[in-house]
């Protein structure tokens, strides 16, 4: 992670026309090179509106938001600004618009005119990328849903981005395939160091990221390391939120007095824990 900064918002508020209160307000984040950040927040909290304005699809009332430099308001680099904020959705359905998976990769391509031996060698990249390469033939429609996700994801890799926003990709996934499709964004951040922003409500999944903005009503609530976020236990629950499972046992076990630290994340952590306790060093 470089200190380059990729995404940032300053003093943002949106406002939906059929609403009289905001759905965002004072919203200020920097999102940088190489960084995974994964965005939590009940429903209705304004968390994907937040995504929205971040890719450009929304601009905002008042403040900014900037994307590799270039201002979102700026409608001559709109489609500069989504070529290095590439957006996956819910639903990978919606972003699906051709019969046969490798001509849905070179969608975006063609739009933009590039040159049919370039266009040619990103979609064999970004479908070997995502491990999606033998169904470069397949209709779209005979896929998974966790693969239907990856050539969504190749799609948007074709293009070269900067950054990846990630809308609850996982939501309508089975478990097999949310880990399928988290695994694969994970790498793509950390071997070609693209930013990340994950909206998710999965809470395993946020536990993995390097920093957590929790967004309540239109605000950031809180924002930080998941060690610094989830062990906010009752704080994140009077938000309507959860926090990952070891997280949570971490936080009864030390309610009914036992020595165990409030930062736990992970089922290890928690082994590693209960180790020290019945073999404590002498």
Known sequence: MSDTVRISAADVAYTYEEDSKPALSGISLEARA???????????SGKSTLAKLLNALYLPDSGTVLVCGMNTADEDRIWDIRREAGMIFQNPDNQIVATVVQEDVAFGLENLGVPHDEMVRRVDEALQAVHMTKYAASAPHMLSGGQKQRVAIAGILAMQPSCIIADEATAMLDPAGRRDVLETVRKLNTEKGITVIWITHYMEEAATADRVIVVSDGEI?????????????????????????????????REKGFDIRADVLTVEEMAEEVARRLCPSN
């Open 221 to 253: 609530a809180l924002q930080g390391t998941p060690r610094e976020v989830f062990q906010q236990v009752e704080t994140l629950r009077k938000l309507h939120l959860d926090v990952p499972r070891m997280t949570a046992l971490a936080h009864d076990l």
């Open 34 to 44: 190489g960084e995974f950040i994964a965005v939590l927040g009940h429903n209705g």
